[in-house]
């Protein structure tokens, strides 16, 4: 939509313009995304307990996955109440902004309020006066150009119309000016606005995601960023998410002494993922250790009636090229293999493994979020190779 209509006080934005394209994604490349912002907003946190396979179960519900485009199911759109509602919108709000950004080519992503505290800090900056917010995102394309994003979103009601113009407008305001104090530059913002509709409504509007992209502005005594910013956070919340916490804060901090861990490597779609398993609770064993596969390879029977055809695994992991550049951060020539990656092709699974199958995700910048569903006993079971990483 054009910022000026937005903008304009009076202003129509009805009836909306041609969709200039779609965005296509399964319920795992959705997971992902959300996921991936959930870890950007709350990188200290324990979210890797509640793993992406939760949300699809407690959520899945909501979404009628069967339409010809995606949609609510009937009855959803106020199935939650009050705060709830707003919440669970916003995140898949923010999920599906990731998503476009995905799409467009932007594969790497940070938290921009956090990521300029840092560096204002060091650089003795205050917080500017005429702000009371800032953006969600600051994420990189392949061209390693910039741009800013805020996220807005919800849930329509059947018969009604979504406040697409409020939102953009909204969010447009959050984004305003931040792009002059950063250097280097972002080319663009995206306000973001996502709006779901219920399944059968017959208002003549689908589901939709509605953006303004203005120009940035003159620079105004920025805050310096290094090249390396953006992607350093982009893969710092998936190494927390893996478990790797120490090695998330080194990288983000760029010191420390770099520790040794042997991890599983998986093969996935021609490509090599060093990947975590992810527990339900820090109570657990470590799932990613080569002991517990080892015994539960050897176990001499499934007692369990829920695990005598197999069960499901979930799995976090970063392509081996990927992890090769991470571990190299630390060192002279770190900065330029981080930044000699290339965004790669994203995909979905099922891809069928030597004694299972995996179900998920991978990103362009390498991320994977899955499933792996193990055989029953007798059959073939997975066997890892395991590498040594310095992160």
Known sequence: MAKAKVEKPHGRTRPLPKA??????????????????????????????VGATGFLLENGHLFDWTASEWCLSEGMSSF??????????GRIAQGMALLFLEDNG??????????????????????????????DFIAENGQKEWVLAESKGGFSAPGKKPPIKGALKDGLTQLDGWDKYITPQPIKSFAISTFLRETGDTSGETSLIAFVDPEPEVPENPVEFPRDAVRRANYASWLSLMGLDEAAARLLRDDGERQRYELPLLTVGGHQYVVGIVSVSPRHPDLSSREFWRDLRDWPFWPFPWSRDGFDIEIVGLDLKVLHALSSVTQLAGASELMALEPSEGRDGPAELDGGTFYGSVFSDGSLLGELRLRRPGEPFPDFEWIEVEL
């Open 20 to 49: 200039s394209g779609n965005v296509q994604f399964s319920a795992w490349r959705l997971a992902h995304a959300v996921k991936k912002a959930d870890c950007l907003r709350w990188p200290t946190a324990p979210i890797r307990w």
């Open 80 to 89: 939650y109440a009050d705060f709830a509602g707003t919440g669970i919108a």
């Open 106 to 135: 932007y594969a790497y992503v940070g938290r921009f309020e956090t990521e300029w505290k840092r560096r204002a800090a060091t650089q003795n900056r205050q917080w500017p006066a005429d702000k009371t917010k800032a953006p």
